[in-house]
């Protein structure tokens, strides 16, 4: 499951800053996923270590008895331009000092390289199959790591055009796991879509 919607009025590329937590509406939205998640068989709750995703297993983790593992493979992928006011691509190109990180989108070159984070996150969905022990289990992490991971799972190259992702605030991407095999993905929107031509978050 991605995050709620941050509470973020610079917008600033917040990344792996501490101190970015949910806004009112991410709260909200948090609450829905956790409805529509909760009639599912989940054993397991696990999140990335940052406020944000925190926050958005809680309703969920409440509903459920269940206590929130952290595990640090789920936190958002290191991007060099963290911390500027970039969000949504503000102010990206017409900073001549932010132009080095645009050598080779492929790897990307403005951040933590693709493979990388597909590595991490799907050793991190495997953790958490075995932690569910036969029932499900719930990872909340970060837009790019759960597209990527979502990308690698299905074959498709790494290397995308970031305005065509599908993983909205709150949504959830559910993987089945054949042993070690994904042999489905799932999709879904409980919190709704996003505004037609909104740039999503982190």
Known sequence: MRHGEVYNPDHVLYGRLPGYHLSEL????????????????????VASPLERAQQTAQPLANKLGLPIDTDERLIEAE????????AGGRNLF??????????????????????????????????????????EAVCVSHQLPIWIARRYAEGQRLFHDPRKRQCALASV?????????????????????????????A
């Open 26 to 45: 991410g709260v909200e939205q948090s609450k829905l996923a956790a409805a529509f998640l909760a009639e599912r068989d989940i054993g397991y709750i």
């Open 79 to 86: 991007n060099y331009l963290q911390g500027k006011q970039v």
């Open 173 to 201: 991407t559910s993987l089945t796991f054949v042993d070690d095999v994904v042999v489905r993905v799932d999709y879904a929107e409980p919190a709704g879509a996003e505004p037609s031509g909104a740039v999503p978050g």
């Open 94 to 135: 017409t900073d001549p000092s932010n132009w080095q990180y645009f050598r080779n989108p492929i790897r990307p070159s403005w951040g933590e390289p693709y493979d990388v984070i597909a590595q991490r996150v799907m050793a991190a969905a495997r953790a958490a199959r075995d932690r569910a022990a036969g029932r």
